[in-house]
């Protein structure tokens, strides 16, 4: 069974930055769009990022845009969050999904703090 597994979270004051990364168990990024959500405490489930399966297209929600960058490393079937000036409102649980295979990861926590 392919599992997703997702690390780099952490606490970091607000200004400050993170890199999430998640690894495939195998080889399914290549036929995946990959993509990280983050669920805050009392909120939904919100999308943060996506990115196709070459790497050439990627989607970015308007709160992260200019902040967040997106990127994947088939060979090593791993996909990144860099997040940049991060900002309290982006505390949250963090989660990698591989969109064709429908799979989730098991989360990572992010706290930023003011």
């Known amino acids: 069974q392919v599992q997703l597994v997702e690390s780099g979270g952490g606490l970091v004051q607000a200004g400050g930055s993170l890199r999430l990364s998640c690894v495939a168990s195998r080889s399914i990024f290549s036929f995946n769009t990959m993509a990280w959500y983050r669920r805050a405490p009392g909120k939904q489930r919100e999308l943060v990022a996506h990115?196709?399966?070459?790497?050439?297209?990627?989607y970015y929600a308007d709160s992260v845009k200019g902040r967040f960058t997106i990127s994947r490393d088939n060979a090593n079937n791993t996909v990144y969050l860099q997040m940049n000036r991060l900002k309290p409102e982006d505390t949250a649980v963090y989660y990698c999904?591989?969109?064709?295979?429908?799979?989730w990861g098991q989360g990572t926590q992010v706290t930023v703090s003011s």
């Open positions: 990115i196709s399966t070459s790497g050439g297209s990627m």
């Open positions: 999904y591989a969109r064709q295979h429908n799979i």
